[in-house]
C-alpha cells in the first residue's frame, strides 16, 4: 500500500511540471518493483555474509530543517563525455529537485567530481539556497573543499570559483561512501541519456524510483 501510494504521488508530481508520464496503468508494476528490490535489500542485509547493519553505511539525512545536496560523476569513456548528478532532499528524505547532465569528458576522474561540486554549488544558487550540507563520495574533493588555503591540484580553480557564488560558512563539507550517496551516482549514470541538462521538480528519473524508496527506508 505505501509503495502504490508514493508511486501515485511520484506520478502526479511529473503531470504538474508537465514532464512525461508513464501510464496509469504502470503505477501498480511499478510499485511492485520498487517493493520487490526494497525485499531483496532487506533480505541482502540480514544474510550472515553480509556485513553488520552497524558497518553499513546509507544516506543519513540532514538535521530538522536542514537540506543535503548529494553530487556524483560518472565517466563514459566510450563516447567521450561525462555525467553529473545531484539531488537535493530535505530532513524527510523528499526530494526538492534533482539533475543530470552531460558533459565533455575531463582527463581526470577527480576532475568530473569537482565539476560536479560545482555544478551542485551553481544549482543551489539559482534556488536561492544558501545553508545546507554539501556530500559526496571522493574524499580528495571534499578534503580540498574544506581547506581555506590554496592548493595546486587541476581542480582547485574550479572549487574557488563555484565557492565564490555564496558563503561557504553557511555550507557543512561532509563525505560518505558510495552506497551513501546512491541516488546522486545514479543520476549521474542518467546522464548518459540526456542531451545538456535535465531536472526533475520534487522527483528523480523514474527509473530510480526503487533506488530512492530504499533510501527512503
Known sequence: MVATMW??????????????????????????????????????????????????????????????????????????????????????GQVLTSLSEQIQLPFSSNLVEAIAVARAITFAHGLSLSNYILEGDSDVVINALKRNDESLSSFDHILASAKSLTDVNCITFSHTHRIGNTVAHNQAKHARHVIGFKVWMEDVPPHLHSVLFIDYG
Open 7 to 92: 508511486t501515485i504521488w511520484s506520478r502526479r508530481n511529473q503531470i504538474r511540471v508537465q514532464q512525461h508520464d508513464y501510464p496509469i496503468s504502470q503505477v501498480v508494476p511499478n510499485a511492485r518493483q520498487a517493493l520487490f528490490v526494497s525485499h531483496r535489500a532487506n533480505r541482502a542485509q540480514q544474510s550472515p555474509a553480509t556485513v553488520s547493519s552497524t558497518n553499513r553505511v546509507t544516506w543519513i539525512p540532514p538535521p530538522t530543517n536542514s537540506l543535503k545536496i548529494n553530487f556524483d560523476g560518472a565517466l563514459f569513456k566510450d563516447i567521450n563525455k561525462a555525467g553529473l548528478g545531484v539531488v537535493i532532499r530535505n530532513e524527510n
